[in-house]
């Protein structure tokens, strides 16, 4: 039993996934019945490790840090990140910090970094590595960074290293 707390609370995690804001990579078909929950595996090994834009990630929630978020990765640090809602002005992800959206195409069925900006990297605390039921699938998140994917909206309100940012000096 030991060896299977070591390996949730280090290694992997399995979870349910709940509500329609990753709509359609997970609970597809949420709508229809209120009912779906994706099981996923979570790799939980070093989280916040070489991140790229287009990886699904969990972290607290902003509005009960005791609940887990599942959301993707759009925009990473240096990247200006223009929010769903057009008015709003540009937004640089700062050092350390990544851009995290839902899938789903309604952005009043997802709170994300368009309501609360970017998360810091230090809060992830798992990468989403698969589907387990009710259909076993890899998430393959670099099919989202690809030209002409399902997505594309996503990646067009992204401008990709619009600034060099560095790691901040703290002197000695």
Known sequence: M???????????????????????????????????????????????????????VTFPSHLNPSQTTVKRIIALPGDRVTPRNQSDTAQIVPWNHVWVEGDVADAKKTMDSNTYGPVSMSLISGRVMCVLWPRMRMLKWDDWAREGGELAAKRLRVERDAVKIEKPYIGA
Do not use: F
């Open 2 to 56: 030991g060896g299977l707390v070591l390996l949730s609370d280090h290694l992997v995690q399995v979870m349910w996934v709940s509500g329609p804001s990753m709509t359609p990579c997970l609970n597809d078909g949420y709508g229809e019945a209120h009912l779906v929950k994706d099981m996923i595996l979570v790799k939980k090994w070093e989280p916040a490790q070489n991140l790229r834009r287009g990886m699904v």
